[in-house]
């Protein structure tokens, strides 16, 4: 099991960024996918972004594609979320995950708190 910390969330103006950041703790983070979710107020947590092990390979769910960007520091455990052109549509308490593979859109370890991004209209 990886632990893992979420941060950098905030209130925002529509149009406007922000960036996460999600640590990693243990050994394992540089041999795996890592990905962010995100679950708004009563819906089911969804798919946001994902890169692969070296950071070489992303993957992106519709709704953010070409406004956000995903990015790793494997030196320090580190995975990024670029966040741009923010809508109230991605107000949600985001997460990081290690996953399978890019494209596998699953979560191997436990949830952590997540860090909240609110988008105001």
């Known amino acids: 099991q990886v632990q893992l910390v979420e941060s950098g969330g905030g209130l925002v103006q529509a149009g406007g960024s922000l960036r996460l950041s999600c640590a990693a703790s243990?050994?394992?983070?540089?041999?795996?996918?890592m990905g962010w979710f995100r679950q708004a107020p009563g819906k089911e947590r969804e798919f946001v972004a994902a890169?692969?092990?070296?950071?070489?390979?992303?993957y992106y769910a519709d709704s953010v594609k070409g406004r956000f960007t995903i990015s790793r520091d494997n030196a320090k455990n580190t995975v990024s979320l670029q966040m741009n052109s923010l809508k109230p549509e991605d107000t949600a308490v985001y997460y990081c995950?290690?996953?399978?593979?890019?494209?596998?859109?699953?979560?191997?370890?436990?949830w952590g708190q997540g860090t909240q991004v609110t988008v105001s209209s």
């Open positions: 243990g050994r394992t983070f540089s041999r795996y996918a």
């Open positions: 995950n290690r996953q399978t593979h890019t494209i596998s859109r699953d979560a191997l370890d436990a």
């Open positions: 890169i692969s092990w070296s950071g070489g390979r992303t």
